[in-house]
């Protein structure tokens, strides 16, 4: 199997499982992401406990639920899918006829075909998830709905994962474990995320990295409780990755600031993979970078995604299934989520080590007799020599001479192996 469809059995894995902001289903699939990567540490945080302006709320677990109608038949089953029930609803057993039912129904009339996926964490409530075309077929007459759940004091869970560097400064990596059975808006990203982290953990690396695996919002706002001071010291660049699994055009979402090094890297990789990607804002944000970059946090953290949340039509619907993530868009946002890190670990100041031109012909580095073939790659060697003065780091570089950064890395490398290239 190839990685494509290596993260793609992945995600058909934890495609089943109920995740919510606490509970259960989350921790499961902490676990599994454990099996990948041994050294994740699962931490656990109280329901109560303070974190800046929030509170950790109670734990919700949910066992079963049932919509049955007045013939009998089942109208709605959390067995079926559990986008079907609000999440955080509350334990109830009641009958009700259909006008007072409707109060506890959502639908889309615009997609008559998807379950919405609708949430009511932090007020106490219950209602079940139809598509359109179920919901407006329903009868007159009572309806029994049933849902077992506790919502009681428990804890949140996230994990952590801490991979050292030759240099103290981190590269920060955050990704969702929070949505139930949503392919593209939840478990691509952090299938991504897991297999960057393995990917990480076979190669030397310059920088120390930082990922972590939590619920959003209430998981970012918690970290950031725990951490600030030290990602203000260490982080150098930040990716939040969500979305990076169908095979859409490529999006990509700034820093409050805009001009970071993960906003200028991004930028470069995506024009350079995909002209056409979507560029937007930060008054496009979502939910987590609103945490990061808030004004006095400021972190330099960005999105790399294919479609955007919010932007695509399967987007917090049954619709983003399986289908819609494909082995071939989610190695397509592995690619560019891993070239926006090798060519952070790559990005220097160079800086010419001898005075004129070199002669590159004596070490090997220039061919004695020209092939066209050899053209692009001499021209692309001569043309980063004239533009490393010490003033310009690798992305700028790459920029005014019209190459792929990661494409400039290896010839870095050369060059300074001759000693005619040093760090500036």
Not at 60 to 87: C, E, K, Q, Y
């Amino acid at each position: 199997m190839n990685i494509g469809h290596d993260m793609h059995a992945f995600v058909a894995r934890l495609f089943p499982i109920c995740r919510s902001l606490t509970g259960e289903g989350t921790r499961e699939t902490l676990r599994i992401i454990k099996g990948h990567l041994p050294d994740l540490s699962i931490h656990e945080v109280p329901s109560g406990t303070q974190v800046f302006d929030w509170v950790i709320p109670d734990e919700w677990n949910i066992r079963s639920a049932t919509l049955v109608g007045p013939d009998g038949a089942t109208v709605a089953d959390f067995g079926w899918t559990n986008l079907h029930v609000v999440g955080y609803s509350e334990p109830v057993d009641v009958e009700l006829g259909l006008d007072e039912l409707q109060e506890h129904l959502f639908s889309l009339p615009e997609q008559p075909d998807a379950i919405p996926y609708v949430t009511s964490y932090y007020k106490r409530f219950w209602g079940f998830c139809l598509s359109h075309r179920v919901r407006a077929a329903l009868k007159p007459g009572t309806y029994r709905a049933r849902i077992d759940s506790t919502i009681a004091p428990g804890r949140l869970s996230y994990g952590e994962l801490l991979i050292p560097g030759q240099e103290p400064q981190e590269v920060f990596l955050s990704t969702n474990v929070c949505h139930p059975s949503m392919a593209n808006n939840e478990l691509s990203g952090l299938t991504v995320t897991t297999w960057l982290a393995k990917w990480l953990l076979e190669r030397p690396r310059r920088y120390s990295y930082r990922i972590v695996f939590i619920p959003e919002t209430i998981g970012s706002i918690t970290y950031l409780s725990r951490h600030l001071e030290q990602m203000k010291e260490r982080v150098v660049a930040g990716f939040v990755v969500a979305c990076v699994g169908d095979e859409r055009v490529y999006s990509f979402l700034s820093s409050r600031n805009g001009n970071t090094l993960a906003d200028r890297v991004a930028r470069h990789v995506l024009d350079q993979i995909d002209p056409n990607y979507m560029r937007y804002s930060f008054l496009n944000r979502g939910s987590d970078e609103r945490q990061y970059c808030a004004p006095g946090v400021d972190l330099p953290v960005v999105s790399v995604m294919r479609s955007k949340y919010c932007e695509y039509p399967e987007y917090h619907t049954s619709l983003d299934d399986l289908t819609l993530v494909t082995p071939a868009g989610l190695e397509g946002g592995y690619t560019a989520l891993r070239r926006c890190i090798e060519v952070i670990e790559s990005n220097r100041r160079w800086q010419v080590a001898v005075l004129g031109e070199p002669q590159l012909g004596k070490r090997g580095l220039f061919p004695s007799i020209s092939l066209p073939a050899e053209v692009p790659s001499v021209k692309a060697m001569m043309n980063m020599i004239a533009y490393c003065d010490g003033t310009r780091d690798l992305v700028e570089v790459a920029e005014l001479i019209g190459v792929p950064a990661w494409q400039l890395v290896p010839i870095c490398e050369r060059l300074a192996s001759h000693d005619l290239l040093r760090v500036a």
